[in-house]
């Protein structure tokens, strides 16, 4: 079965992921939120972090707990230390402990280079690139603690971090944005190294243009998409459960061999489209 827009539905093996308890930061919306939703579907538990909107992230919260599974809404500004320590804490008192993190919660600030203030540019770091630091440094010591329990995984933790096309791709307009993603791939790599003698699996993926309310001016009008969709091979802007599925899989025993890589989920965006022609 599809979506109209072409997404596959219904295809995620429920027992996938039983057994597992699954950390999504910013979940009360757009790729987060579908991506909580895939994991609960896939039989994990889930927690939906949030920053504001608590009405937005019960409503995912419920929509999880139809599947049969448990799911709780936890809020944490991902770039806050003390926020994010309690969180995982919590997290580890009421659903055990953590087996995958989905380190999602992200951010744009444009601006023009000249125009950009610095705290425009802090946010942006503290957020996307500071916050996955966070996030991930603390579930890697819940993984070490409790370390492989063969019935629920091959591995001790997964942690995917949620980049973008722009890690490799530079994008004039949004230097803190792509500074952030950038150093979002270093970090990943260097994890993934450190960490997978500790039978830790850390990956990324690196979205292309997703229909979400962070790049709404981008799709919203016919005009907008007749332009992004010049930067996109496949032809198609790509929707919220491409990335999701995606996660599942990441987050799963079937991609246990998986380690330090950026899957790039981007309809071919990072295949220099420009050159179909040219060149
Ligand atoms: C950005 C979007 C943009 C997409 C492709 C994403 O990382 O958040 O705003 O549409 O990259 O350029």
């Not at 308890?21 to 994991?39: D, E, F, P, Q, R």
């Not at 953590?98 to 950009?116: C, K, P, S, W, Y």
């Not at 994008?171 to 039978?199: D, F």
Request: charged share 20%.
């Amino acid at each position: 079965m599809s979506s109209p827009e072409g997404a596959p539905q219904g295809v995620i093996p429920a027992q996938l992921l039983k057994g597992q308890k699954a950390l999504v930061t910013g979940a009360n919306s757009g790729i987060g939120k579908a991506t909580a939703v895939a994991l609960g579907r896939a039989g994990a538990d889930v927690v939906v972090n949030y920053v504001a909107g608590p009405e937005e992230a019960d409503k995912v919260v419920e929509e999880i707990a139809s599947f049969g599974v448990r799911a709780a809404a936890y809020q944490a500004d991902v770039s806050d230390e003390g926020q994010v320590v309690a969180m995982t804490d919590r997290m580890v008192e009421e659903f055990g402990t953590i087996d995958i993190l989905v380190a999602n919660a992200g951010m744009q600030r444009d601006a023009a280079f000249t125009e950009m203030t610095l705290a425009q540019w802090q946010k942006v770091i503290d957020v996307n690139l500071t916050g996955q630091f966070l996030c991930a440094r603390e579930a890697a010591k819940e993984f070490m603690r409790r370390g492989v329990v063969p019935e629920v995984s091959r591995a001790a933790g997964k942690i995917i971090c949620m980049s973008s096309v722009h890690q490799i791709i530079p994008w004039a307009g949004h230097v803190n944005y792509a500074a952030s993603k950038g150093g979002v791939q270093m970090m990943m790599e260097t994890l993934a190294q450190e960490l997978a003698p500790k039978k830790i699996r850390v990956n990324a993926i690196a979205p292309g243009a997703i229909k979400t309310p962070i790049n709404r001016s981008a799709w919203e009008t016919p005009d907008a998409q007749t332009d992004l969709l010049k930067l996109i091979p496949y032809e198609r802007i790509g929707e919220p459960d491409d990335i999701a599925h995606v996660a599942v899989g990441l987050a799963s025993d079937l991609m246990d061999y998986v380690v330090g890589t950026t899957l790039y989920v981007d309809g071919g965006m990072t295949l220099f489209p420009g050159f179909a022609t040219g060149g």
